[in-house]
């Protein structure tokens, strides 16, 4: 006579497997499921960094993962910084097409590491998809400077940006319920980079146009030079 053996599984481990099924099955029908990447640039050994302005050349711009390359900078810390994720939906955008991503503006913490989200959705995107990424950071004055277009309409503000990163594929489920692991965390194809301030005008420059008005000022030059009154 033939026997079965009837294997019963306890209730938590039955509802834990009917859950995560039931999980599945939405995320894979679920059409409406948007990309996501990993925003932090902290990597370990081989953290990206965001380093403040150097006081002796405070227009210097530097990019790179090249720690020597920032001996005269601190790494950014606490709130008194901003970093913000800007992007594209195209594979490859300049920056003058980047867009802020939502709820990716964030403060730092130590070490030039940025306080990061595991999962940060990118709008109107499905997983699969490529993009173009850039960070930005700057100087808050202590929380008052929440947008970048604020920090570019006052060039004594340091700021700074990142290298583009170009052609990142997203996490997620894609637009056929299909679900692809993409390019990894932000960091991995960030580069670190500094803050500095936009240079003023110098003195030099400003001779030079004093010097070029005279000349345009000679008499037979052809120019109408303003005269003192």
């Known amino acids: ?13 039955c509802l834990g497997g009917l859950f995560g099924l039931a999980l599945n099955l939405l995320c894979a029908g679920n059409s409406s499921a948007q990309g996501y990447v990993g925003y ?4 370990g050994l081989a953290d990206r960094p965001i380093y403040g302005v150097d006081p002796a050349a405070p227009h210097l711009e530097v990019h790179g993962n090249d720690r020597s390359l920032y001996t005269n900078r601190s790494p950014l810390n606490g709130a008194s910084y901003y970093a913000e994720l800007w992007y594209s939906p195209e594979r490859f ?17 130590h070490s030039g590491l940025f306080n990061g989200i595991s999962r940060l959705t990118i709008p109107d995107t499905f997983g699969g998809d490529r993009v173009t990424f850039q960070m930005r950071a700057w100087d808050n004055r202590n929380g008052r400077l929440s947008s970048w277009e604020q920090v570019i309409g006052d060039p004594t503000i340091p700021r700074g940006v990142s290298n ?6 997203l996490d997620g489920v894609d637009a056929n319920g299909g679900f692809h692991l993409g390019s990894g965390i932000i960091g991995i194809g960030m580069e670190s980079f500094a803050l500095s301030v936009v240079p003023e005008p110098s003195g030099l420059v400003l001779a030079g146009f004093l010097g070029l008005a005279f000349l345009l000022c000679k008499p037979n030059s052809g120019w109408i030079c303003p005269t003192a009154r």
Request: aromatic share 8%; net charge neutral; charged share 15%.
């Open 93 to 109: 955008a300049g920056p003058e097409s980047l867009t802020p991503v939502p709820g990716s503006l964030v403060t730092f913490r």
């Open 40 to 43: 932090q640039n902290a990597l």
């Open 1 to 13: 006579m033939m026997t079965h053996n009837l294997v019963l599984h306890s209730p938590r481990r």
């Open 164 to 169: 583009l990163i170009f052609d990142w594929e």
